[in-house]
């Protein structure tokens, strides 16, 4: 079956959907753009208020939501709630604010009275992946939907079920029908759709060459894009950092969510000067995770997705250490039911190891040492990608600066990179284009039209 739930801690399968077939597909596409044309004429104010019964409807189901996040990818259950939790909220914030984004930019010209509005563009397809199946899908289409556009979802062919609970909150609030569907498709299926008149724009988050690959469609019918890709963000540690702080937040950073997120710190640079004391407070801190059932709150380090995850993931880390590179923990996965992988800390890496040019996305931790700040800037910088990036010192204008200069669509300094929804999110170079949340995020997906007036 395409579209497959496994449990990521049993590996056993629970539920199994087949992708549809091509009549179901143009009859949802129909749907979608019949309700843009109810949609996007409802008030602001009042598709405000649908989007706040969305809120409630994700808090009121928060448990169940969590529940199947985990049983679907496998990531701890507290996680899984403060993912529906901070989905709930961004449904808030977009209802309060996001009318003030939207207002019409007065723009003195030769004209008597010339101004700019902003307007949706119609039924948006959303292609999406499984590491955060609610939180991933819900920052592109809160904005989306408050804008007036449509949304047409297809989700990771291992999340069937949250993608049809995502359709489910919004067919159970009061608002238009069909303003958000989920598509049980296939890539080739994807493919398509794009190309269909009746979708106008495309969003992605997911792999550098998935992106690569619908953009290039998406061109081909000039159609707006916004890409979210891969990254491998560098954790940068000057001389002065706070050695405690930084360990701590490291492991968070890159074991949270099984190490598989994007914006994950992977690349942990150190100034000589202080890399023996933070690499053993950071493998020491890693060595406390805890490996087990994701339900379970003693569970700290949970299980990869899907066991081909896993694999790739392995023959990385094994690639790495044949070329020279150390181990100091981990590095082999653990045997029996379950798609489980040790927190592992790799060092001494060799120039061209999969580290230095690969995203490693789960739980390895990647550490580089170097002789002073400019190479600690240039070894963060030599890289394809550029989503996010930290750096760590106690004097806060020389982090501000040295941020500056990171290649990246978020910088850090002292803190851990995340996304929030009054800030814009997206990245650079091959981590992609365009920007999700805050009020750019609300804009890419809009025709700001220009008005003239004369006399």
């Known amino acids: ?28 596409l ?30 009121n189901n928060k448990e169940t939501l969590a529940t199947l996040i985990t049983q679907e990818m496998g990531k ?82 291992n999340v069937p079920q949250c993608a049809l609970a995502l359709e489910n909150i919004f067919a159970n609030t009061d608002a238009p029908k069909h303003i958000f569907q989920t598509l049980l498709i296939n890539s080739q299926q994807t493919q398509h759709l794009i190309r269909d008149r009746r979708i106008t724009a495309v969003t992605l988050t997911g792999s550098t060459e998935a992106g690569k690959e619908i953009a290039a469609t998406a061109g081909h019918s000039i159609k707006k894009t ?6 491998s963000d560098p954790f940068v540690l000057l001389g002065d950092a706070d050695i405690t702080k930084a360990a701590q937040v490291a492991t968070q950073s890159r074991y949270m ?7 994950a710190a992977k690349r942990f640079i150190v100034v000589k000067d202080i890399a023996s004391k933070f690499i053993e ?24 997705a899907r066991a081909d995850l896993r694999d790739q993931l392995h023959a990385q880390v094994h690639k790495t250490v044949q070329m020279g590179g150390k181990c100091l923990l981990g590095g082999t996965p653990q045997i029996g039911e379950g798609f489980f992988y040790p927190a592992t800390v790799l060092s001494e890496l060799p120039e061209n190891s999969p580290p ?50 990171l290649e990246c669509g978020a910088a850090f300094v002292n803190g851990l990179v995340k996304s929030d929804p009054r800030l814009p999110f997206g990245g650079i170079k091959e981590s992609g284009y365009g920007r999700e949340l805050a009020k750019l995020g609300m804009r890419e997906f809009v025709n700001a039209k220009t008005i003239w007036v004369g006399d």
């Open 356 to 405: 230095s040019n690969q995203e490693l996305f789960g739980p390895v931790a990647s550490l580089f040492v170097v002789k002073d700040e400019h190479e600690a800037l240039a070894l963060a910088n030599r890289t394809q990608y550029g989503l996010g990036g930290s750096v760590w010192t106690k004097d806060l204008e020389r982090g501000q600066q040295f941020a500056r200069k």
């Open 30 to 59: 129909d749907l979608s753009q019949a309700a843009f044309q109810v949609w996007r004429n409802t008030p602001y104010n009042e598709r405000a208020e649908h989007l706040l019964s969305a809120a409630k409807a994700l808090r």
């Open 226 to 231: 916004v890409l979210e890709l891969g990254g």
């Open 281 to 304: 407070a950071f493998v020491e801190k890693a060595r406390e995770l805890v490996t087990g059932d994701p339900m379970h709150s003693s569970t700290t380090l949970a299980p990869m």
């Open 76 to 157: 701890l259950l507290t996680e899984s709630k403060a993912e529906v939790e901070k989905c709930a909220l961004a449904c808030e914030y977009f209802a309060q604010h996001g009318q003030s984004f939207l207002q019409d930019t007065i723009i003195p010209s030769d004209a008597k009275h010339s101004y700019v509005v902003f307007q949706p563009l119609g039924p948006v397809l959303a292609v999406m992946p499984w590491n955060f199946p609610l939180w991933q899908v819900m920052r592109f289409a809160i904005p989306a939907l408050l804008a007036g556009n449509t949304v047409v979802l297809k989700h990771a062919s």
């Open 257 to 263: 969510n099984c190490g598989q997120s994007c914006i």
């Open 1 to 28: 079956m395409p579209f497959t739930s496994t449990n990521p801690s049993t590996g056993l399968i629970f539920f199994e959907k087949s992708d549809w077939d091509s009549t179901k597909i143009d009859l949802s």
